[in-house]
């Protein structure tokens, strides 16, 4: 008896423990099927059946990716399914009902700097969704003098307050901001 409240107690515990862990206070960083293929990405593409059309390709800095017999498609800005379709529609003049796959093998577009009261301050290449908290653990932390509670997200013509105290305090519901490709981390 005293064995089965033992495990009974474990198994509580386990899964009380297994319940915090999942619970998470910051909404998701971004969804997968919603990035965009930025400059200097690399991408998979392939035509089912057709070996000469399964190539790795650069986007290049003009957005644009070199495929034989469709030459040059703007890839930049479009999601991978957006330009699976696109690349559907030019190869269906070349292939009977192709059937394309567009994987991003590696992404290299998503930048971020990172300026003011940090260890390093720099420009920092991210490898996929990342938050502020991720820029600034790219830059080395905090100097000694960093006002962490008056960050500011610079992205295109929004400033965006960022509390590092507040966001990582126990039990915080402060939002930890994602990053997007071109923001700038301003540490006062």
Do not use: C
Not at 117 to 135: E, H, M, N, S, W
Not at 153 to 160: F, G, P, V, W
């Amino acid at each position: 008896m005293i064995m089965h409240k033992r495990l009974l107690f474990s198994v509580l515990v386990f899964l009380l423990l297994g319940s915090i862990a999942l619970a998470d206070d910051h909404p998701p960083v971004a969804d997968p099927p919603d990035y965009r293929i930025g400059i200097d990405d690399i991408l998979d593409i392939a035509v089912w059946n057709v070996a000469e059309l399964q190539k790795t390709v650069p986007v290049r800095p003009d957005g644009k990716i070199s495929l034989p017999l469709v030459n040059d498609v703007v890839a930049a800005g479009l999601t991978p399914m957006e330009l699976r379709e696109r690349l559907t529609k030019e190869m269906a003049t070349f292939v009977q009902n192709p059937d394309v796959s567009v994987l991003v093998r590696e992404i290299r577009s998503l930048k971020v700097s990172v300026l003011g009261q940090v260890r390093t301050p720099g420009r920092y290449d991210i490898k996929g969704p990342a938050t502020v908290l991720d820029a600034l653990a790219l830059a080395g932390g905090f100097t000694e003098f960093a006002a962490r509670r008056k960050i500011t997200i610079l992205r295109s013509a929004q400033r965006l307050h960022f509390n590092y105290d507040a966001a990582v305090s126990k039990g915080s519901t402060y939002a930890n901001l994602a990053i997007k490709p071109g923001d700038i981390v301003v540490v006062p």
